[in-house]
Each structure stands twice: as structure tokens, then as C-alpha cells.
């Protein structure tokens, strides 16, 4: 294989393993590696390229996460058929979670919970401060509808270098939680929308939907996120999904189907796609996933997020980016409107992120949240084979199988009457059966780290899980 196509700059700040990863996968969407075609073996291109195995070990992983490559097993990697988007690139443009019904649990595997230890307090109180003064009169007064310029910009900057998403700040609309945005968003698509939904998925983001008219169709979810041929099939104009990580089983939509997924819109009257990327931030192998919005050529995806997980929950700021066609339409629509988050609260988080706050606070929660993974798998390995689990590249929560002959319904029943919060996950199905073996969201994230052993010993004491023997050394 001809690998002049690599170039290595080892005086750069940017990791070698991510240009490396970069490097490989512009060859292949330029079809300078053909499909099928086997990637050289780590040693081999190691010292090729005079640079660590470790290096082209986590390159590879990046490409095999979002779907450019296949690893086989004892053969190699190979090169993915990447299907091409339908449309050539123009330069034209420029969900509530479920929670305990109640408020404290002995145990709370909740995976909308945040670790509250950490948070800079100090920091925090000191921008509080400083905003309460006769300098800042203005903030008293309502301001723009889609939100403070300030706090817009700021979001802006932070999705384009984490997220890879390409926007102004005109093009962003703040508001008090994504169920607050999206009665708003709905208001911008066609009267006759029908929204497709991930099955299994967000029960709330359903009943949103529903009570403001709109019809809504399961699509299923498998391994690799939502069948994009059945949508395909279906009558749905504008599909709803969490492509980075899959709520609730963690599963990350490959290139293919986000090519497919781009195509999809492209090839109808007024389709939308809207990407929810709740908790991108916390990613532990590799780099984070590329946003669908990143990709989007023609003004098809309207992106979501929220500083729930990366901040806090009680914050209540969710923000929408909205394609170019649609910024003048919400304008005249809602410019008479008040943003729904007190100004105070944009203003202190903007300066925030403006003076580098938000990104040292994320790179520690990244660490404390990499850190419990760690433990909880751990933990788990005691009880392998009969506990499996998934989805524990990113997020808050894994997904736990159990091989039991008892029911998903009567061990959630177990676990609720002995005081401990766990989600099922026939909670967020709608027709869809993943697996006969019951599964459950394990979250960890508000969990005290030295808790955890206890914390999961004690779920499976319930259900009568036994741990492994150990085996004496001889």
C-alpha cells in the first residue's frame, strides 16, 4: 500500500494519533484507500511512520468508532464502503430525561445524575458576585428572544472546535431546557410533520411532540443506531435522533448511516433532522464523535444540546442551532418573545466560558467520570458472564444484561422496593425488543466513587446475582 498519502508533523500540538486518524480517513472519503482494501498492520506502519504502536492503535480505534474502517478479528483492519453524500458542498451555508418519581433514593443509579463534588463553587460564586452590581443595570431589562449575544457567541465558538459544528451566533435560540425549545422548533416545521423517533428513546421527547400536535412513528434501533432504511420506508418528514450516543443504549451512528441519514432529508420536501447531542462531552476512547451538523451541507439538521450533564441540571439552559432557513422564520415567528433563561444566568456562564472556566471544568469531570467508569467495570467483571454490559464509550450510564429467567419488569420491582433507583429498559421502548434478557441503565455519574462496589454489589445481592469464586493460586 502506497502510504505517501500520511504526513506527520511531529512539532505540531496536535496528537500524532489524531493526525494520523485524520490523515487516513481523508483518504478514504477521497477513494485513495478503495473499499475492502486492508490498513497495514499497527507494527508495520509504527515503524513506517517511526511513532509508537500505542499511537496507531488509538488512530485506528477512532476509525473503527465512527465506521470508516472494520477491525477482523486476527486479520487486520479494512477499509469501510463510505457511501458519498447526494449533494455536492456549496458553501451556502454558513429532551427531558428520566428521572426518580422520587427525590432520593439509598442507591440512585439515575443516569441523568452529575457528580456535585467537583463543581468550582469559588469561581462560580465570584462571577455571581461580580454581576450583581450597578455596572450591569442592563441585564434587569429583557433582551433578545433567541438570548444574550454574549452567551450565543460564546456557544458558538465552544461547538465549532468541540463538536465540529459550523454556525454564527444568529443561528442559535437559547431557552430553559430542550422540552422549552422544542414546542418552538415545532412552531418551524411543516404543519403536516411527522417525526420519527428512536425506538427505544426519550418517552418525554414523544409526549412533547404529541401535545403540540404532531404526529409521531417508532423507528427501531440496533447495534449501530437508528435502521435508516426503515426510515427510509416510512412517512416520516423530520427524524429526531442522538447519533454521538444513542439514548439509552449507547450506540454511536456509524458514516454510513449519517451519510444515508443526510441523504434522507436531502431527497424529500421540507425534512429536518434533529440532532440531539445531550452529552458529547464525555468521551473515553478516542476523540469525540463528529456532530451530524458538521457534516450537513444543505440546512437539513437542526442541532440540540444542554449544559445539564456538562454544568448542572438545576441550570435549565438548552440551546438549539438552526439552519440558515429557518433563523429568519423563528425571527418573525418569536422576536416579540422573551428568552425563557433570566439574563443573569446567560451572563454568568458566558463569562464562564469566556475566561476558560467551562473547558477546565469539563476536562476534570471527563477524568472523574473516566475514573468511576473504571470502577463500575471493575466491579462488574465479578459477576460476568451472567451480568454483560454496552455503551461504555462515553455517557453516564452503561447498559447491563442480565442472563436470568426473571423478568425485566420483576427485577426492576426488586430493586425499587429495596430503596434503589434503576431505569429498565423497556421504560423507553415503544414496539421494539432488543433482547429477551433483561437490560438496565446502570448510571454512575452521581454516584461518590468509593460508593460504587458497595452501591452495585448491593443491586445484585438483591437480585440474587452471585459473585464469581475466587480461584486460589496454586
Same mark, same amino acid.
Given at each position: 500500500?502506497?502510504?505517501?498519502?500520511?504526513?506527520?508533523?511531529?512539532?505540531?500540538?496536535?496528537?500524532?494519533?489524531?493526525?494520523?486518524y485524520t490523515n487516513i480517513k481523508q483518504a478514504i472519503l477521497d477513494k485513495e484507500?478503495?473499499?475492502?482494501?486492508?490498513?497495514?498492520?499497527?507494527?508495520?506502519?509504527?515503524?513506517?511512520?517511526?511513532?509508537?504502536?500505542?499511537?496507531?492503535?488509538?488512530?485506528?480505534?477512532?476509525?473503527?468508532?465512527? /465506521?470508516?474502517?472494520?477491525?477482523?478479528?486476527?486479520?487486520?483492519?479494512?477499509?469501510?464502503?463510505?457511501?458519498?453524500?447526494?449533494?455536492?458542498?456549496?458553501?451556502?451555508?454558513?429532551?427531558?430525561?428520566?428521572?426518580?418519581?422520587?427525590?432520593?433514593?439509598?442507591?440512585?443509579?439515575?443516569?441523568?445524575?452529575?457528580?456535585?463534588?467537583?463543581?468550582?463553587?469559588?469561581?462560580?460564586? +465570584?462571577?455571581?458576585?461580580?454581576?450583581?452590581?450597578?455596572?450591569?443595570?442592563?441585564?434587569?431589562?429583557?433582551?433578545?428572544?433567541? /438570548?444574550?449575544?454574549?452567551?450565543?457567541?460564546?456557544?458558538?465558538?465552544?461547538?465549532?472546535?468541540?463538536?465540529?459544528?459550523?454556525?454564527?451566533?444568529?443561528?442559535?435560540?437559547?431557552?430553559?431546557?430542550?422540552?422549552?425549545?422544542?414546542?418552538?422548533?415545532?412552531?418551524?416545521?411543516?404543519?403536516?410533520?411527522?417525526?420519527?423517533?428512536?425506538?427505544?428513546?426519550?418517552?418525554?421527547?414523544?409526549?412533547?411532540?404529541?401535545?403540540?400536535?404532531?404526529?409521531?412513528?417508532?423507528?427501531?434501533?440496533?447495534?449501530?443506531?437508528?435502521?435508516?432504511?426503515?426510515?427510509?420506508?416510512?412517512?416520516?418528514?423530520?427524524?429526531?435522533?442522538?447519533?454521538?450516543?444513542?439514548?439509552?443504549?449507547?450506540?454511536?451512528?456509524?458514516?454510513?448511516?449519517?451519510?444515508?441519514?443526510?441523504?434522507?432529508?436531502?431527497? /424529500?420536501?421540507?425534512?429536518?433532522?434533529?440532532?440531539?447531542?445531550?452529552?458529547?462531552?464525555?468521551?473515553?476512547?478516542?476523540?469525540?464523535?463528529?456532530?451530524?451538523?458538521?457534516?450537513?451541507?444543505?440546512?437539513?439538521?437542526?442541532?440540540?444540546?444542554?449544559?445539564?450533564?456538562?454544568?448542572?441540571?438545576?441550570?435549565?439552559?438548552?440551546?438549539?442551532?438552526?439552519?440558515?432557513?429557518?433563523?429568519?422564520?423563528?425571527?418573525?415567528?418569536?422576536?416579540?418573545?422573551?428568552?425563557?433563561?433570566?439574563?443573569?444566568?446567560?451572563?454568568?456562564?458566558?463569562?464562564?466560558?469566556?475566561?476558560?472556566?467551562?473547558?477546565?471544568?469539563?476536562?476534570?469531570?471527563?477524568?472523574?467520570?473516566?475514573?468511576?467508569?473504571?470502577?463500575?467495570?471493575?466491579?462488574?467483571?465479578?459477576?460476568?458472564?451472567?451480568?454483560?454490559?454496552?455503551?461504555?464509550?462515553?455517557?453516564?450510564?452503561?447498559?447491563?444484561?442480565?442472563?436470568?429467567?426473571?423478568?425485566?419488569?420483576?427485577?426492576?420491582?426488586?430493586?425499587?422496593?429495596?430503596?434503589?433507583?434503576?431505569?429498565?429498559?423497556?421504560?423507553?421502548? +415503544?414496539?421494539?425488543?432488543?433482547?429477551?434478557?433483561?437490560?438496565?441503565?446502570?448510571?454512575?455519574?452521581?454516584?461518590?466513587?468509593?460508593?460504587i462496589p458497595h452501591s452495585i454489589d448491593e443491586l445484585f445481592r438483591v437480585w440474587?446475582?452471585?459473585?464469581?469464586?475466587?480461584?486460589?493460586?496454586?
Amino acid at each position: 500500500m502506497d502510504l505517501r498519502f500520511i504526513h506527520l508533523h511531529k512539532a505540531s500540538s496536535t496528537p500524532l494519533y489524531e493526525q494520523l486518524y485524520t490523515n487516513i480517513k481523508q483518504a478514504i472519503l477521497d477513494k485513495e484507500l478503495p473499499i475492502g482494501s486492508r490498513l497495514p498492520a499497527k507494527r508495520k506502519l509504527s515503524e513506517y511512520l517511526s511513532i509508537s504502536q500505542t499511537t496507531v492503535e488509538l488512530a485506528y480505534g477512532q476509525l473503527v468508532a465512527e /465506521g470508516y474502517v472494520t477491525a477482523i478479528s486476527r486479520r487486520g483492519y479494512y477499509v469501510e464502503n463510505v457511501k458519498e453524500l447526494a449533494y455536492i458542498e456549496n458553501g451556502t451555508e454558513e429532551a427531558a430525561r428520566p428521572t426518580p418519581e422520587r427525590k432520593s433514593f439509598r442507591i440512585n443509579f439515575s443516569s441523568a445524575a452529575i457528580d456535585t463534588m467537583y463543581f468550582p463553587y469559588g469561581t462560580w460564586r +465570584k462571577y455571581a458576585k461580580e454581576l450583581w452590581d450597578e455596572t450591569f443595570q442592563e441585564y434587569l431589562l429583557t433582551g433578545d428572544s433567541k /438570548g444574550d449575544s454574549e452567551l450565543r457567541q460564546e456557544i458558538a465558538a465552544y461547538l465549532y472546535t468541540s463538536r465540529g459544528v459550523r454556525c454564527h451566533a444568529d443561528q442559535i435560540v437559547i431557552g430553559s431546557g430542550t422540552e422549552q425549545l422544542l414546542p418552538q422548533l415545532i412552531s418551524l416545521l411543516h404543519p403536516q410533520a411527522i417525526v420519527a423517533l428512536e425506538d427505544p428513546g426519550y418517552a418525554m421527547t414523544e409526549r412533547i411532540f404529541e401535545n403540540n400536535g404532531i404526529q409521531t412513528i417508532a423507528i427501531p434501533v440496533d447495534e449501530d443506531g437508528i435502521d435508516v432504511e426503515k426510515l427510509e420506508n416510512s412517512s416520516a418528514s423530520v427524524c429526531y435522533v442522538t447519533p454521538s450516543h444513542q439514548f439509552p443504549t449507547g450506540a454511536v451512528l456509524p458514516v454510513n448511516r449519517r451519510t444515508q441519514l443526510l441523504n434522507w432529508a436531502l431527497n /424529500g420536501e421540507n425534512r429536518y433532522i434533529m440532532e440531539d447531542d445531550f452529552d458529547s462531552e464525555f468521551r473515553y476512547e478516542g476523540l469525540p464523535i463528529p456532530s451530524l451538523q458538521g457534516m450537513d451541507r444543505a440546512g437539513s439538521v437542526i442541532y440540540l444540546s444542554t449544559f445539564s450533564k456538562s454544568l448542572m441540571p438545576s441550570l435549565r439552559i438548552a440551546y438549539a442551532v438552526l439552519p440558515m432557513k429557518l433563523v429568519g422564520q423563528f425571527e418573525e415567528l418569536f422576536s416579540s418573545y422573551s428568552c425563557t433563561v433570566p439574563r443573569m444566568d446567560q451572563q454568568l456562564v458566558a463569562a464562564f466560558m469566556r475566561d476558560g472556566h467551562f473547558s477546565k471544568h469539563l476536562n476534570k469531570m471527563r477524568a472523574t467520570y473516566r475514573k468511576k467508569l473504571h470502577v463500575v467495570l471493575a466491579t462488574l467483571s465479578h459477576y460476568s458472564p451472567i451480568v454483560q454490559f454496552s455503551g461504555e464509550q462515553s455517557g453516564m450510564h452503561i447498559v447491563i444484561t442480565i442472563s436470568t429467567n426473571v423478568s425485566e419488569e420483576t427485577l426492576l420491582d426488586q430493586a425499587l422496593n429495596n430503596d434503589i433507583f434503576i431505569a429498565a429498559m423497556h421504560q423507553f421502548r +415503544k414496539t421494539s425488543r432488543l433482547t429477551d434478557s433483561p437490560q438496565f441503565l446502570l448510571g454512575f455519574g452521581g454516584i461518590p466513587i468509593e460508593m460504587i462496589p458497595h452501591s452495585i454489589d448491593e443491586l445484585f445481592r438483591v437480585w440474587n446475582i452471585p459473585k464469581k469464586q475466587k480461584t486460589e493460586s496454586p
